[in-house]
Each structure stands twice: as C-alpha cells, then as structure tokens.
C-alpha cells in the first residue's frame, strides 16, 4: 500500500501480481494482498472492481485491521 499511496501504482501491481496469481493458503496474507490490490485499482478510478475485491478480502480477512481497511476501500 506504501506504494500505491505514494502514486506508484504499476509497482504496487507488479509486487502484488505474485500474490494474486499464486494466492497463499493463508488468510491473513492473502487477504491483505487483495486489500492493497482494491486499494491500487480505486486508486486508479477502477471502482467496481476495488468494491469486488474490497468484498472479498473483508470475507477472508484473518484480522480485524485487514477487514477495518478493506471496508474503507
């Protein structure tokens, strides 16, 4: 998230593209993988697919913090 919020977002996407091709089989990771991804793409204007992905990473959240800043996404 570090780099998406300070405009770099094809790095953001190119650190999270790993992640999101080759999802972890723990929660809390890729959970946040895809919170910072909705992140990135509401960034970029893409709303309904953050709001998709938001949704989805609030259903597999391991932690409160992770379902607290995908519901701000």
């Known amino acids: 998230m570090l780099l998406a919020d300070s405009g770099r977002l094809r790095e953001a996407l190119a650190v999270l593209e790993p992640l999101l091709e080759s999802p972890s ?4 990771v890729y959970g ?15 709303l309904d697919e953050a709001i998709t992905l938001a949704d989805k990473a609030v259903k597999i ?4 913090t ?4 995908a519901l701000l996404i």
Request: net charge negative; glycine share 0%.
């Open 25 to 28: 089989d723990e929660s809390a």
């Open 32 to 46: 946040q993988a895809l919170m910072a991804h909705a992140f990135v793409l509401a960034s970029l204007d893409r």
């Open 61 to 64: 959240a391991a932690d409160p």
């Open 66 to 69: 992770t379902r607290a800043m």
